[in-house]
């Protein structure tokens, strides 16, 4: 007796009993999803020879990198990827084929199917799962619809690299990952395709477009016409031919598998050592999003109190992050690996999809040889083979690497001495020493550096400071806010934080009471802020990007000074009403990348402050 499972309209799990069921075909492994994960991983399988099935939903392999982005952004190299990306360049060449911005993608679809033709290996393309027969903590079959009807199929392991999870969503063993506050994933691209006059090369621009909760068919498809129909695709290029938008939505973030552990941002921040890696993902924590305010405190302490989001940072990856946690023969691939809302900001680059792919596909492999359970799989012998293709190196995990803007040099290492530390604190570029003082807790020294006569070291130790909730820079954090101080650091390439929004964050971060009154007369002085003189970057490319940034982070930061003084509760909640739920209120902000079409934050920034209001009553 299985029992069969299915995802209904609404998100809602319908299980019933089957009896006597048989499957047509039996497969050593079936993967779900032929993207840049799953086609990498049925690659590595069927080169050793194992039966498998793909399905696809798509009509080609390589999903994204195929589809949409052919370009890598971030990510650390080696594995068998780059094979295929040298094979991908060799017939470009050989076909005459023009110029891109990356590698072809045409290509890609070809030689991924090319290096599949003679294996034994079964691809079903433009077809969907629709359910899964389950016996106890294994997937023992599917069913899945394809062009030609309804099919079902057994296997003895399973990958899901299916980027929404909907093979472990069925099971059971998996839940939508998105930040607290209000569920919301990071804002999705609409990819456009044009070939470009005067490089004679075809390329792709990928504005950020929106927000949208890709489980729902109906609001899905309404984005993708809504961000068609975004004013920076209709501006006329004159040295540019639209050759057509991705047939894929550049969805960052979506379901994640409820893995075996977590993998959290504060974890990876202190470095906490991992002995069994598959391997190290690269990339900074490129969280898109211009409500940071909204954002959980861990990610706010690294964009907004030290200006570290362009940091790259190498993280380990090991089985128990791709492997869920109530079933025996499923591993994950790509970007539905057991991660936080903060982590899967980074772990999703193409180049560390795919050797998911391959760490997933090589876990297989070894189970597949000694019949075991994916989590009984012995590290050694994955380690070896992985080492072997390069897919695992420790010279991936540098732990932190420095990505400045343009024209700064590169910090090639971090020193830990609090002479250092205090050298780098007083220069433009702080955050790694920030991050130093911060970790090491060296208090006694930041409180030393807050007399001293220089303002970069005044503040940057009254910031770390306030990291670890010691008021001792309360005055000099306060009058940087006030002044609204509009110094930008020049630790990250991009999304730099003002010293004046940092201080105003760091103030919440105290939460101590002295601050309410001062911060709420710099809300009530909100409209005046579109007079201050600003640096416009890809974080704040419009002035109503900056006076959001202060609305919202003086609403966030007065919204915690309440929760700890139940006594200023009342008065902190009129005065916040008084000015943000006046009908005549409203609050814009724009997109990355595109800042001339601004969105009304009103509605949101509303629900935050009454979701913060029923959490602080909770703590009562």
């Known amino acids: 007796m299985l029992m069969f499972q299915q995802i209904l309209e609404h998100g809602e799990i319908t299980k019933e009993q089957r009896d006597n069921v048989s499957f047509s075909n039996h497969y050593d492994a079936v993967i779900l999803g032929g993207g840049t994960a799953g086609s990498i991983a049925a690659i590595c399988l069927a080169k050793k020879g194992r039966h498998i099935l793909i399905v696809e939903k798509q009509n080609f392999l390589g999903g994204v990198h195929s589809g949409a982005m052919f370009h890598y952004y971030q990510g650390s190299p080696g594995g068998i990827y780059e094979e295929y990306d ?19 993608p045409l290509m890609r679809m070809y030689v991924y199917e090319q290096e599949l033709e003679d294996t034994n290996c079964q691809i079903s393309f433009d077809s969907a799962l629709t359910g899964i027969y389950t016996d106890g903590r294994t997937i023992a ?20 690299a299916s980027a ?5 969503r069925m099971a059971g063993s998996a839940k939508k990952s998105g930040r607290e506050f209000d569920g919301l994933s990071q804002p999705f691209s609409n990819v456009r395709q044009f070939f470009e006059k005067d490089t004679c090369r075809v390329t792709f621009d990928n504005i950020d477009a929106g927000y949208v909760r890709q489980e729902l068919p109906e609001e899905y498809a309404g984005h993708i016409i809504a961000s068609l129909n975004n004013p920076v695709y209709s501006k006329w290029q004159k040295d540019q031919i639209t050759m057509g938008m991705s047939p894929l939505l550049g969805v960052r973030e979506g379901f994640t598998i409820d893995g075996i552990r977590q993998l959290c941002m504060d974890q990876v921040i202190q470095d906490k050592e991992l002995t069994e890696p598959l391997f190290f ?8 999003v211009k409500d940071m305010a909204f954002e959980s405190q861990t990610l706010c302490d ?10 790259l940072v190498s993280v380990p990856i090991d089985k128990e992050v791709m492997i869920p946690k109530e079933l025996d023969n499923v591993i994950a691939a790509g970007r539905i690996l057991s991660l936080d809302h903060d982590m899967a900001s980074h772990t999703r680059m193409m180049r560390d999809c795919q050797k998911s792919g391959e760490a997933a596909a090589t876990v297989v492999e070894e189970a597949l040889c000694l019949g075991l359970p994916l989590q009984d799989v012995p590290y050694q ?36 001495t609090t002479e250092q530390i205090r050298k780098g604190m007083l220069s433009d570029s702080p955050g790694f020493a920030m991050l130093a003082a911060w970790k090491m807790r060296i208090t006694e020294a930041l409180k030393s550096w807050l007399t001293e006569d220089n303002i970069n070291l005044q503040v940057n130790s009254a910031l770390v400071l306030a990291l670890y909730e010691d008021d001792s820079g309360f005055s000099i ?37 002295k601050a309410s009154e001062p911060l709420l ?11 201050d003189r600003v640096h416009f970057d890809k974080f704040i490319g419009h002035m109503q990007d900056y006076r959001f940034q202060y609305v919202s982070h003086l609403v966030r930061a007065l919204l915690t000074i309440a929760d700890y003084h139940p006594d200023l509760r009342r008065s902190i909640y009129q005065g916040i009403d008084e000015i943000v739920m006046a009908p005549e209120f409203t609050v814009s902000s724009t997109l990355k990348s595109n800042p001339d079409c601004l969105h009304d934050m009103t509605g949101s920034l509303r629900s935050y402050i009454q979701w913060r209001k029923n959490k602080g009553e909770r703590k009562l």
């Open 302 to 311: 690294w964009v907004v109190g030290l200006s570290m989001w362009s940091t």
């Open 281 to 288: 993902s690269s990339a900074n924590i490129d969280n898109h």
């Open 141 to 160: 079959g599917i069913q899945y619809l394809t062009p030609f009807g309804l099919k079902e199929a057994s296997g003895d392991y399973f990958i899901d």
């Open 521 to 531: 007369r710099m809300l009530q002085q909100n409209e005046t802020f579109i007079n």
């Open 164 to 168: 929404e999870a909907v093979l472990c």
């Open 477 to 513: 954090l306060n009058d940087t806010a006030q002044r609204r101080d509009c110094y930008l650091p020049q630790t990250s390439k991009s999304y730099n934080s003002l010293r004046g929004i940092s201080a105003v964050y760091a103030l919440g971060r105290l939460h101590n009471a």
């Open 381 to 416: 012998a994955l380690k070896e083979k992985l080492t072997q293709t390069g897919c695992l190196s420790l010279e991936n995990h540098y732990v932190l690497k420095d990505n400045p803007p343009p024209g700064r040099e590169r910090i090639s290492h971090f020193d830990l």
């Open 86 to 104: 040298a094979q991908i360049e060799q017939q470009k060449k050989q076909y005459r084929l023009p110029e891109v911005f990356g590698s072809h």
